[in-house]
C-alpha cells in the first residue's frame, strides 16, 4: 500500500490497522484528532467527531 494513501468514507479498508481522518470530502478542514481500528474489508465510517464523509489514512 502506498504511503498517505487516502480512503475515501464508504471504501472497504484494503487491510487491517489503525486509520484517522485525513480531511473531509468536502474540503474543509476536520477537528476530528481521533484514530480508529478497522479490519480488512470493513467500510470506512464519516468522521466521528463531524459526522461528514471523510478521507482517511492508515497510520499503523
Do not use: C, R
Not at 29 to 46: A, C, Y
Amino acid at each position: 500500500m502506498a504511503k498517505n494513501e487516502q480512503f475515501k468514507t464508504g471504501e472497504k479498508a484494503p487491510e487491517s490497522g489503525t486509520y484517522k481522518v485525513d480531511s473531509l470530502v468536502n474540503g474543509n478542514s476536520s477537528k476530528d484528532k481521533q484514530t480508529i481500528e478497522l479490519s480488512e474489508g470493513d467500510q470506512f465510517p464519516p468522521s466521528p467527531a463531524d459526522n461528514d464523509a471523510a478521507y482517511w489514512v492508515k497510520t499503523s
